[in-house]
């Protein structure tokens, strides 16, 4: 079975730059999550896909961070402009979708390191 | 507000020791208990997980981890260490009917031979 797939891994940019990270999961798998790993944090949820509609993006800054997923398999995640506090490692995740919710085991892929400059 | 907390942000360790990673978490409402490990250069993956039942969890690669509900706690422990569990761990929590995960901040693990 093929794991959650991400590119870039890495990406340089300066501030006020526009960048994107791709994301295709686990088939089959109907729940994906955007994380933000800033270096020495865990994981911070930016948004929750179910299938192609958004669970929860509360902790998106969605004056500058988008993120879509077009018929419910891969996503993309966008900042535009990136701030210098951008820099961290994006996590996506996916899992299949328990019956009971909040049991899912999440399979994260390698993540993308962005440095913001 | 949910919180995790991993006190130690470090834990070195000679390899055959005993080790413990600590986990303890704030919830207004009932949770469900994860540890994932993250290799260098790797994505996070799960090692153990509480739903139910027992309140001592046995994952992959020898780690345990116990329930403690009156002390909201949920550490890891392997009783001999390798070299190759040198690596980040992370506790996590989702809520009770939610498909939410809050993890905390990652304990690295640094097994010396």
């Known amino acids: 079975e093929a794991g959650v797939a991400q590119s870039p891994r890495y990406k340089i940019i300066e501030k006020r730059q526009s960048v994107a990270f791709w994301c295709n999961p686990i088939?089959?798998?109907?729940?994906l999550y955007w994380y933000q790993q800033i270096l020495g944090q865990g994981p911070k949820l930016l948004i929750q896909f179910q299938n192609n509609g958004v669970v929860d993006d509360s902790q998106l800054p969605k004056d500058r961070f988008s993120a879509e997923r077009l018929k419910g398999v891969d996503s993309t995640l966008k900042i535009q402009p990136a701030k210098l506090e951008d820099s961290a490692v994006y996590l996506c995740a996916s899992s299949l979708d328990q019956l009971t919710l909040g049991t899912d085991t999440q399979y994260f892929g390698p993540g993308t390191r962005l440095t913001v400059l | 507000a949910q919180s995790v907390t991993q006190l130690d942000s470090q834990v070195p360790v000679f390899e055959e020791a005993p080790v413990e990673l600590r986990c303890n978490y704030s919830s207004s409402v009932s949770v469900y208990l994860f540890w994932y490990v993250q290799y260098p250069n790797q994505g996070l993956q799960l090692l153990l997980k509480y739903l139910s039942g027992s309140t001592l969890v046995k994952g992959i690669n020898g780690f345990e981890a116990e329930f403690n509900k009156s002390q909201t706690s949920f550490h890891l422990r392997k009783p001999s260490v390798h070299i190759s569990d040198t690596a980040e761990y992370f506790c996590a929590v989702s809520l009770y009917n939610f498909n939410k995960f809050y993890f905390g901040s990652g304990t690295k693990l640094n097994v010396k031979p």
């Open positions: 088939s089959g798998h109907a729940t």
